[in-house]
């Protein structure tokens, strides 16, 4: 059974500082559609406050995360502890998708190291944050985080990145609205 907590205090802020990568799970609302479960990692996760927290969407393969949120707002966020106690947390919460051309977008990038290739930033207003025991976790050593996405990006290039996005980002698997924010003059 979990424990249900009140906040993110200092010291489970700490703790999900230090952890290499979580995973983010959204679904849309029809009944048929696909559930998506995302690996994230590369210091791209932030606590904003006692119930709110923010990550870096990178332009990427799919983009069931953005139109999933953008269409229902229910989004969960789990960091299990890889080394050390066993311990899983998972903030339910809503989702809110910042596109880089929203006024608070600036402020928010700030937060998080420079890299290439963000595509918006997602935050989430935690409804219910819980830890439960995580002894089903395995114990993994971690070696270090991959450069393959960077340097994809860094390749691509801006335009290369935008031009992705327009052609491979503009709908979800089950047709829903991804990257929408950008124009044809971009």
Known sequence: ?????????????????????????????????????SPKGGDSLRVLGPRSLAYLDVVGSGVETIAHVKENGRIVLMLCAFTGPPRIVRVHGHGTVVAPDAAEFPALLARFPARPGVRSIVKVDARRISESCGYGVPLMDFREQRAAMTLWAEKKGTEGLVDYQRTRNAQSLDGLSGVDWLSAHD
């Open 1 to 37: 059974m979990a424990d249900v907590l009140d906040s993110i205090d200092a010291a489970l802020a700490r703790w999900i500082a230090a952890q290499p990568m979580f995973f983010v799970s959204t679904a849309p609302l029809a009944a048929e559609g696909l559930v998506n479960c």
